[in-house]
């Protein structure tokens, strides 16, 4: 787990590039599913 820290003044401790590329990673490979989007959309709705 990456400890964040919003306050530093270094990139490296606020912004974690392997996170952002396994996440860039997850969109690619899941861009084209319907059912995906469409469960995140229903968590999105407001209530």
């Known amino acids: 787990m990456f400890n964040y820290n919003p306050k530093s003044l270094k990139a ?3 912004i974690n ?6 996440t860039l990673a997850y969109a690619e ?3 084209n599913d319907r059912e995906m989007i469409a ?6 709705r407001p209530k």
């Not at 590039?17 to 396994?22: A, F, N, S, V």
């Not at 469960?39 to 999105?44: G, H, N, S, T």
Request: proline share 0%.
């Open 39 to 44: 469960e995140i959309l229903e968590k999105a």
């Open 29 to 31: 490979a899941h861009k």
């Open 17 to 22: 590039d392997g996170e952002i590329r396994e």
């Open 12 to 14: 490296e401790e606020f």
